[in-house]
T-cell receptor, first 113, second 111 residues
Framework: QKEVEQDPGPLSVPEGAIVSLNCTYS??????FMWYRQYSRKGPELLMY????GNKEDGRFTAQVDKSSKYISLFIRDSQPSDSATYLC?????????????FGKGTLLTVNP | KAGVTQTPRYLIKTRGQQVTLSCSPI?????VSWYQQTPGQGLQFLFE???????NKGNFPGRFSGRQFSNSRSEMNVSTLELGDSALYLC??????????FGSGTRLTVV
């Protein structure tokens, strides 16, 4: 079993839809949870960074962490064509600079105008 | 503030050759990590350097190596290239708060 599982999609939605992206993980030592967005031919860009269980909101994006279920989600409200990208979840054990990220394989999202 | 700079952007090498990739982190960031991204395996951690010392290493063979200089710039080297080494190699510069900023990567093709 991989440490982090993420449905690769692809996911196609109409503009304005609410998008739900999810990851599950098996390592209960993970404490820090991130979502990255990666456009074609670009490096990943950090969208959300969370530490504890619960919700964190930033504009149209909401990250949810449920440590008891080992499940994290990213919600995108009022999706836009510019949101079309690959979304990667990532996790780490330590939050300091002495750590490594373990990534899901990414979900390819297309938002159609 | 300048971002993370990786050079070259694209590279084509022949099996058996070696390659060196370069990464210049964000000014003030002392930690640099390297990742390999392939369609089959996704993003996988290679190694992390902090103040010229390798602190963490992923599960890659010894053909993959790296180093960091006193100005925090980092290089990674792959020797005896194999077809399976074809990938996007990403460098991440980590702030003291633990936030990673990635470069655009070096696309390596081994033929």
């Amino acid at each position: 079993q991989k440490e982090v599982e993420q449905d690769p999609g692809p996911l196609s939605v109409p503009e304005g839809a609410i998008v739900s992206l999810n990851c599950t993980y098996s390592n209960s030592a993970f404490q820090y949870f991130m979502w990255y967005r990666q456009y074609s031919r670009k490096g990943p860009e950090l969208l959300m960074y969370t530490y504890s269980s619960g919700n964190k909101e930033d504009g149209r994006f909401t990250a949810q962490v449920d440590k008891s279920s080992k499940y994290i989600s990213l919600f995108i409200r009022d999706s836009q064509p510019s949101d079309s990208a690959t979304y990667l979840c990532a996790m780490s054990v330590s939050g300091g600079s002495n750590y490594k990220l373990t990534f899901g394989k990414g979900t390819l999202l297309t938002v159609n105008p | 503030k300048a971002g993370v700079t990786q050079t070259p952007r694209y590279l084509i090498k022949t099996r058996g050759q070696q390659v060196t990739l370069s990464c210049s982190p964000i000014s003030g960031h002392r930690s640099v990590s390297w990742y390999q991204q392939t369609p089959g395996q996704g993003l996988q951690f290679l190694f992390e350097y902090f103040s010229e010392t390798q602190r963490n290493k992923g599960n890659f063979p010894g053909r993959f190596s790296g180093r960091q200089f006193s100005n925090s710039r980092s290089e990674m080297n792959v020797s005896t290239l194999e077809l399976g080494d074809s990938a996007l190699y990403l460098c991440a510069s980590t702030s003291d708060l633990g936030r990673d900023t990635f470069g655009s990567g070096t696309r390596l093709t081994v033929v």
